[in-house]
RNA sequence: GGAGAGAUGGCAGAGUGGUCGAAUGCGGCGGUCUUGAAAACCGUUGUGCGGCAACGUACCGGGGGUUCGAAUCCCUCUCUCUCCGCCA
């Protein structure tokens, strides 16, 4: 969430920049001012009567142990209406807190400046595409039906043993899966990410760390016998590794990566883009976060889309960058560049990779700080992650693009892990 | 799953109703000493909120209660450890 010095410094700005993001925030804001500078008012007045109640308490003391009993109990007296009176200012103040960040978690994130304004994902900005677009000669077939001739993915056979969008992956595309993650992972160690394995399901704190709790709520997996919730992206475990912590400036910044299965309901998107790998309910993708000096994440961001670039290149397929526009920002993000593959049997771009740079939203949720040396103030990191990659869309682009009579053509980089040249 | 013990500052570890935000040790930071370092000695060393500041206030796992006053007593939840059982 954003801060609340941010929100009373420049409440204009603050609204302004929020259109780009087609939210009008007026109401909020004015909102959260008024409610803020009641909260101020109320803990004065509630620390006041708690200070005297504490003298009074003391006062109390000292008498007992003097054996002066009268006067004690007369002391007592008043302290009667003074506890009432701090009782509901107690209530009134936890009220008004609450209510002030209800109001809080309600904005969203600011754009950065360079965010285009625009609609929905028909206005992001390419500001990129590298890649060869494969020319294929005689029938070109969508992955789904390759899945079925090569027998590497058995769809039908994932909705028996769970349902839909939980494909079996068997033989070589087992092995391809497995491939693509140790490729990504062995990238992503060579870059300087540190290598974790996170649980696979968070708490309720955690989930609303990263901010999946209290909005995205039906989009998660819920264990509710125990109350856990079953991770959506590494993002969440990863991130929240750093929830009230507070690190050293010359720990920044901290780069981690992780491969984990990603569980997604998909709640409300039913029937559309789901066919084959292109929307499933469990999915592996390698997740690369970092933790940044707030003067450095946009440089940090930069370094995270070359390094995505890169990985996508290895892999040969055809690709574009995406400057996300307003609309099509996620609610936490301040700058997100989206990477799409071309897949050519379905003549589609597939979004394999959203890198964002969410300042310092999350890091305000999580209470994640930083010390400059000598400097004894905590102040709020910046966060940043992207997904590096996402595996299902990948490997539907790699197994239409690089489709021959032989069979589907591993890409160089992966043979060392694949162990075999062709998936036949 | 059954029985017991426990949760205190970066760590270790005192504190069982009254100047306790909390002894002491270690660690960290600053200094003295030293050619430099170590040792020794001195000082300093949590976070949030309110306040221009002085300062006030809250926090001893979470929540609630008793009391003029709670780290300390009561209730409840969570977690950790030990033993037993079960098990990859």
Request: net charge negative.
């Amino acid at each position: 969430m954003l801060t609340l010095k941010l929100i009373q410094d420049n409440p204009q700005e603050v609204i302004d920049k929020l259109k780009i993001k087609n939210c009008n925030a007026q109401e909020l804001v004015n909102g959260i001012i008024s409610v803020d500078t009641s909260r101020k008012s109320l803990q004065t007045e509630l620390d006041g009567g708690l200070a005297e109640m504490n003298s009074i308490s003391k006062e109390i003391g000292i008498l007992f142990k003097e054996g002066k009993r009268d006067e004690a109990d007369k002391l007592k007296e008043r302290t009667a209406e003074l506890k009432e009176n701090n009782k509901i200012l107690g209530d009134k103040l936890a009220e008004a807190e609450k209510e002030l960040h209800s109001l809080l978690i309600q904005l969203p994130n600011i754009p950065h400046p360079s965010v285009p304004a625009g609609k929905s994902d028909a206005d992001n900005v390419e500001i990129r595409s590298g890649g060869v677009m494969p020319e294929l000669a005689g029938d070109i077939v969508p992955h789904w039906e390759l899945t079925k001739k090569y027998d590497i993915i058995d769809f039908e056979l994932g909705t028996k043993l769970t349902g839909a969008g939980f494909p079996v992956y068997k033989g070589k595309g087992a092995r391809f899966q497995r491939a693509l993650i140790a490729f990504f992972l062995d990238e992503a160690n060579k870059a300087g990410y540190t290598e974790v394995v996170p649980p696979l399901m968070v708490n309720e704190d955690s989930a609303y760390g990263t901010g999946q709790l209290p909005d995205k709520e039906g989009q998660m997996y819920h264990c509710t016998e125990d109350n856990l919730y079953l991770i959506p992206t590494a993002e969440v475990p990863v991130t929240n590794i750093f929830r009230d912590v507070i690190l050293d400036a010359k720990q920044l910044p901290v780069k981690y990566t992780a491969y984990t299965p990603c569980f997604r309901r998909e709640a409300g998107s039913y029937g559309k883009d789901v066919r084959g790998l292109n929307r499933l309910h469990q999915f592996d993708k390698v997740e690369v976060v970092q933790v940044a000096h707030p003067d450095k994440s946009y440089e940090v961001l930069d370094s995270m889309v070359a390094y995505v670039e890169g990985i996508v290149n290895k892999l040969g397929l055809p690709y574009r960058v995406l400057r996300l526009c307003g609309g099509d920002l996620s609610f936490t993000s301040a700058l997100t560049f989206d990477f799409e593959v071309y897949s050519v049997a379905q003549e589609k771009w597939l979004e394999v990779s959203s890198v964002s740079n969410f300042e310092s939203y999350q890091a305000n949720r999580l209470k994640l700080r930083y010390r400059e040396e000598g400097n004894k103030k905590p102040v709020l990191a910046h966060t940043l992650n992207g997904s590096a990659l996402a595996l299902p869309r990948i490997m539907a682009a790699l197994l239409e693009n690089n489709q021959t009579e032989k069979g589907i053509r591993m890409p160089e980089c992966l043979i060392p892990y694949t162990g075999f040249e062709y998936i036949d």
